[in-house]
């Protein structure tokens, strides 16, 4: 069983830093997949950063250069690093993970979210 847990959310001033992080237990492994989303009322969930299999960050165009993700496969951690926040990315943001059975199929697995507000 796969469980997922965000913490650092929170309200920051437009410009300001915030440093999310998501605590994998269970059955992901230092080569699964991990990586975060965000979601506002009314829209779809949006992909922000991620963390490959090989160790490769990507990230969604609207965050380069201000976000960094990064890993620590000692501790099954993946890390969000934000750093000039824009009232614009204000939202839920949940990390991601996708592990898979024993046919080889993929599973998604997801935290609870956690809530981002940047004030203007």
């Known amino acids: 069983q796969v469980q997922l847990v965000e913490s650092g959310g929170g309200l920051v001033q437009a410009g300001g830093s915030l440093r999310l992080s998501c605590a994998a237990s269970?059955?992901?492994?230092?080569?699964?997949?991990m990586d975060w989303y965000r979601q506002v009322p009314h829209k779809p969930r949006e992909f922000v950063a991620g963390?490959?299999?090989?160790?490769?960050?990507y990230y969604a165009d609207f965050v380069k250069g201000r976000f960094t993700i990064s890993r620590d496969s000692g501790k099954n951690t993946v890390v969000l690093q934000m750093n000039n926040l824009e009232p614009e990315d204000t939202a839920v943001y949940y990390c991601?993970?996708?592990?898979?059975?024993?046919?080889?199929?993929?599973?998604?697995?997801w935290g609870q979210g956690t809530q981002v507000t940047v004030s203007s």
């Open positions: 991601h993970a996708i592990t898979s059975n024993s046919l080889g199929d993929p599973l998604d697995h």
């Open positions: 269970g059955s992901v492994r230092s080569w699964n997949p």
């Open positions: 963390h490959t299999s090989g160790g490769s960050a």
